[in-house]
């Protein structure tokens, strides 16, 4: 089972990237995908989750209306797209998938957002 996060890296207020999480050893279209995140000093916090289907998503009230979390199942992959980044979203992301209390966790990607 591997879960890959990519896409991270340095950005400037106001700036955009799009994270991806590539899934596999697993049936990746059984589970929920979630995003979470983990900034120096402080807890890991959920950022967004998707449904197995992708017909449904929630936001943690921190990245509603800037982040958007969709999923390509035919591509075993998990996408976060955030716009409008602030510097407090610096944070190292990493993507989970759940399913029946079985959950795996990737290895995080880097997000810094700075002038």
């Known amino acids: 089972v591997q879960l890959v996060e990519s896409g991270g890296g340095l950005v400037q207020p106001g700036g955009s990237l799009r994270l991806s999480c590539a899934a596999s050893?697993?049936?990746?279209?059984?589970?929920?995908m979630s995003w979470y995140r983990q900034a120096p000093g402080k807890e890991r916090e959920w950022v967004a989750n998707i449904s197995s289907g992708g017909g449904s998503t929630n936001y943690a009230d921190s990245v509603k209306g800037r982040f958007t979390i969709s999923r390509d199942n035919a591509e075993n992959t998990v996408y976060l797209q955030m716009n409008s980044l602030k510097p407090e979203d610096t944070a190292v992301y990493y993507c989970?998938?759940?399913?029946?209390?079985?959950?795996?966790w990737g290895q995080g990607t880097q997000v810094t957002v700075s002038s």
């Open positions: 989970r998938a759940t399913m029946w209390g079985t959950d795996y």
């Open positions: 050893g697993f049936t990746f279209s059984s589970y929920a």
